[in-house]
């Protein structure tokens, strides 16, 4: 009985003395911090009264690029929020790390 109580108390003090705090890597940033910018409208389109006056493929070419900016900018919203949710985890783990830092020192 007492071996074992020995061993249990040295399992403790041991592991404590040899306790190692591994410090957080700040997450990269995200490749582009510019947004997609949106297309323009066409010269025959008149926003004021709703109508047009262009040909199909002027429309055609308007509403592409208008799919490919709403694809633009949902990419850009997806990387954004990797890059918040990695923010989040290396705050955490900053924290973490601070706190073993802490109790190291005892």
Do not use: G
Not at 20 to 31: H, I, Y
């Amino acid at each position: 009985m007492r071996n074992l109580i020995i061993i249990f108390v040295s399992f403790f003090l041991t592991s404590k003395a040899f306790s190692w705090c591994s410090e957080p890597m700040a997450p990269s940033v995200p490749s582009s911090w510019s947004k997609p910018t949106k297309p323009s409208v066409p010269y025959c389109v008149n926003e004021w009264s709703n109508t047009h006056t262009c040909d199909d493929w002027t429309i055609n070419s308007y509403n592409r690029d208008v799919e490919n900016y709403r694809y633009e900018i949902e990419s850009y919203q997806r990387e954004l929020q990797y890059y918040v949710d990695e923010a989040q985890r290396f705050l955490n783990d900053a924290y973490d790390y601070a706190n073993c830092e802490i109790r190291n020192l005892d």
